[in-house]
Nanobody, 119 residues
Framework: VQLVESGGGLVQAGGSLRLSCAAS????????MGWYRQAPGKQRELVAT????????NYADSVAGRFTISRDNAKNTMYLQMNSLEYEDTAVYYC?????????????WGQGTQVTVSS
């Protein structure tokens, strides 16, 4: 499995970014996926999830109403549209499979993409 995140950058508070996740080596269309993030000095947390079909999504309370997760199974790609960004959204963002009640293995993570929000 290979996961490649892109689209991060430096943005002012209130701005927007769109992250992409290109996946290979998995049957993408049947795999539930998630966006995760890790801020400096904090544990990695789950931000948003989407089912294999894209028909159901869920969000952490901290991003609900501001972030939108989506996927294009024809392109084996997942997206995270981030609007109204806040300083607290500053983190490295990762994509990975989502397992209800579980956590992706340590060796399955990509390099992530840095999102920095200036206040």
């Amino acid at each position: 499995v290979q996961l490649v995140e892109s689209g991060g950058g430096l943005v002012q508070a209130g701005g927007s970014l769109r992250l992409s996740c290109a996946a290979s080596g998995m049957t993408f269309s049947i795999t539930g996926m998630g966006w995760y993030r890790q801020a400096p000095g904090k544990q990695r947390e789950l931000v948003a999830t989407i089912t294999g079909s894209g028909g159901s999504t869920n969000y952490a309370d901290s991003v609900a109403g501001r972030f939108t997760i989506s996927r294009d199974n024809a392109k084996n790609t997942m997206y995270l549209q981030m609007n109204s960004l806040e300083y607290e959204d500053t983190a490295v963002y990762y994509c990975n499979a989502f397992f209800p009640g579980g956590w992706p293995s340590a060796d399955s993570w990509g390099q992530g993409t840095q999102v920095t929000v200036s206040s």
